[in-house]
T-cell receptor, first 110, second 113 residues
């Protein structure tokens, strides 16, 4: 199993550009989620999904969209990037218990 | 709103010592608590998970305890090694399931050879 995979590993955007961060898991987990990690603030939940077709907002959802068309994939979309979205983004998946995290995407918005 | 605190933010100890990392949370209605390790520039690696009905979990030199009523968990590392140097994160899942975690800001541990 590859576990949780994320692409790209690094990305630089200009303010106003859009992009999609990809996340995939091959463990047949129902739950998937996106977190951002900023210095001194820990990881904060952006959006999460409890199954295909079901998504909900986390603590910091503004500026991000998600969709879950399959169990395996949970992409995170930035519609109009802002410097405040410079961060490291982690995708995670779980079934009932332990959460498994991807390696992260480091995003810089200029 | 659940809040998770980890103190101290940083800790340095000589190799071979036993040490304890602390995690506290404000809402005792949790589903489980998970300890993670994060190396610089890397993702999170799960170390131990404690269900809300459990008091402790052990894996090798690591032992995690949970006291729900007081809102506290500890991670005990025995016979520390330089390879244990990393940031340790505590996270709690709310009472309705594991789809959302609330994280502490972590303790950065340095083991001095």
């Amino acid at each position: 199993n590859a576990g949780v995979t994320q692409t790209p590993k690094f990305q630089v955007l200009k303010t106003g550009q859009s992009m999609t961060l990809q996340c995939a898991q091959d463990m047949n987990h129902e739950y998937m989620s996106w977190y951002r990690q900023d210095p001194g603030m820990g990881l904060r939940l952006i959006h999460y999904s409890v199954g295909a077709g079901i998504t909900d907002q986390g603590e910091v959802p503004n500026g991000y969209n998600v969709s879950r068309s399959t169990t395996e994939d949970f992409p995170l979309r930035l519609l109009s990037a802002a410097p405040s979205q410079t961060s490291v983004y982690f995708c995670a998946s779980s079934y009932w218990n332990e959460q498994f995290f991807g390696p992260g995407t480091r995003l810089t918005v200029l | 709103k659940q809040e998770v605190t980890q103190i101290p933010a940083a800790l340095s100890v000589p190799e071979g010592e036993n040490l304890v990392l602390n995690c506290s949370f404000t809402d005792s209605a949790i589903y489980n608590l998970q300890w993670f390790r994060q190396d610089p520039g890397k993702g999170l690696t799960s170390l131990l998970l404690i269900q809300s009905s459990q008091r402790e979990q052990t894996s090798g030199r690591l032992n995690a305890s949970l006291d729900k009523s007081s809102g506290r968990s500890t991670l005990y590392i025995a016979a520390s090694q330089p390879g244990d140097s990393a940031t340790y994160l505590c996270a709690v899942a709310g009472n309705f399931g594991n789809e959302k975690l609330t994280f502490g800001t972590g303790t950065r541990l340095t083991i001095i050879p």
